[in-house]
């Protein structure tokens, strides 16, 4: 009797770890250049998976055919976003960004729109010479954000929450 209640504990440990990271969170590993220099190569952030409000600049975890690119929010649905002399434009107005990043001019047109469709994100890497993020693969759909993130826990020198995020 008493080694059936040992293996039903740890089968329930092991299940509410499963709905954790299933649901709530899990970890990420940044693949590649495209957020420097908010994040590096091989650094590994704890995802939010309940946080489904997305707002300007949050770093985002989105599925793109299959694969996990970690992005910046920059356009929000309903918006017109344009980039003039490194500068970001929303709806016509300047808006300063948390971090000074050299950015070609850009406009929603160069992708096929004129404002970001309901439901739809615009999303760069920081690292804007080096990133294939919206510029290149279109407007994400909200249903392809897996969530927000704003912790690092990888390497262990750099834990902690990450700024400008």
Do not use: C
């Not at 920059?74 to 490194?86: C, D, R, T």
């Not at 407007?139 to 700024?163: E, S």
Request: glycine share 6%; proline share 4%; no cysteine.
């Amino acid at each position: 009797m008493k080694v059936i209640k040992e293996i039903f504990s740890y089968i329930i440990v092991i299940a509410v770890a499963l709905l954790i990271r299933t649901f709530i969170i899990t970890p990420v590993k940044v693949d590649g250049a495209s957020m420097y220099p908010t994040l590096e190569h091989n650094q590994i952030l704890i995802l939010k998976k309940y946080d489904t409000t997305y707002e300007r600049f949050n770093i985002v975890v989105i599925n793109y055919n299959g694969e996990k690119l970690v992005k910046r929010i920059i356009g929000l649905p309903g918006e017109i976003i344009e980039y003039k002399n490194n500068k970001l434009y929303v709806d016509g107005k300047k808006i300063n960004e948390p971090l000074e990043l050299e950015t070609d001019d850009f406009s929603l047109n160069q992708i096929g729109y004129t404002k970001i469709p309901k439901e739809y994100y615009l999303v760069l890497g920081d690292n804007r010479g080096n990133s294939t993020d919206s510029r290149i693969i279109g407007l994400i759909k909200k249903d392809d954000i897996l969530g927000t993130t704003n912790l690092r826990i990888w390497p262990f020198k750099k834990i902690g929450i990450i700024k400008n995020a």
